[in-house]
T-cell receptor, first 111, second 111 residues
Framework: AQRVTQPEKLLSVFKGAPVELKCNYS??????LFWYVQYSRQRLQLLLR??SRESIKGFTADLNKGETSFHLKKPFAQEEDSAMYYC?????????????FGQGTILTVHP | AAGVIQSPRHLIKEKRETATLKCYPI?????VYWYQQGPGQDPQFLIS???????DKGSIPDRFSAQQFSDYHSELNMSSLELGDSALYFC??????????FGPGTRLLVL
């Protein structure tokens, strides 16, 4: 069975400071990892997927299979980054697999 | 671009009543997923459909049933509602590129 852990329920930083949202996973196979973001009163939106290896809104995330982690990083946080962030895993080898979510981290960026 | 549509957005029911939630996927998406998010909880996978056939099943109570129709929209039927069914119900859709796009959710309150 797969499991996703986001150890921080709440994370507060000041504008311009670096931010790192932690995500650890447990899965015996080869997973696909995602970060979804939910701004206030809006739907869940895909932020990043590890196989794309791209930077969205200044955020990056690297899959570390040795540490089973997929931490989300941004060097300079902005107030508009304040939102709920979910790390999610999909079991590898299935094209239409369910997502297993972490508990979510509420990021607040103070001016 | 068209997004996933869910209806109704809000629903209030009494215990032991029945509720039907609808999900309209993004055009040309052939897969639909249902997730349940209780208060303060992470989204939990309920059930999914691919090409109108059930493709996976999670922690869905026997009181719940779902199907995907010929136009690819999906309905989640919930009977004998209990207080614990109060939650936000998300629908997501995907196509062969596998990224799941989420709807705004239906907030169900059981009194």
């Amino acid at each position: 069975a797969q499991r996703v852990t986001q150890p921080e329920k709440l994370l507060s930083v000041f504008k311009g400071a670096p931010v790192e949202l932690k995500c650890n996973y447990s899965y015996s196979g080869s997973p696909e990892l995602f970060w979804y973001v939910q701004y206030s009163r809006q739907r869940l939106q895909l932020l990043l997927r590890h196989i794309s290896r791209e930077s969205i809104k200044g955020f990056t995330a690297d899959l570390n299979k040795g540490e089973t982690s997929f931490h989300l990083k941004k060097p300079f946080a902005q107030e508009e980054d304040s939102a709920m962030y979910y790390c999610a895993l999909r079991a590898g080898g299935t094209s239409y697999g369910k997502l297993t979510f972490g508990q979510g981290t509420i990021l607040t960026v103070h001016p | 671009a068209a997004g996933v549509i869910q209806s109704p957005r809000h629903l209030i029911k009494e215990k032991r009543e029945t509720a039907t939630l609808k999900c309209y996927p993004i055009p040309r998406h052939d897969t639909v997923y249902w997730y349940q998010q209780g208060p303060g909880q992470d989204p939990q996978f309920l059930i999914s459909f691919y090409e109108k056939m059930q493709s996976d099943k999670g922690s869905i109570p026997d009181r719940f049933s779902a199907q995907q129709f010929s136009d690819y929209h999906s309905e989640l039927n919930m009977s004998s509602l209990e207080l614990g069914d109060s939650a936000l119900y998300f629908c997501a859709s995907s196509s062969y590129d596998e990224t799941q796009y989420f709807g705004p959710g239906t907030r169900l309150l059981v009194l």
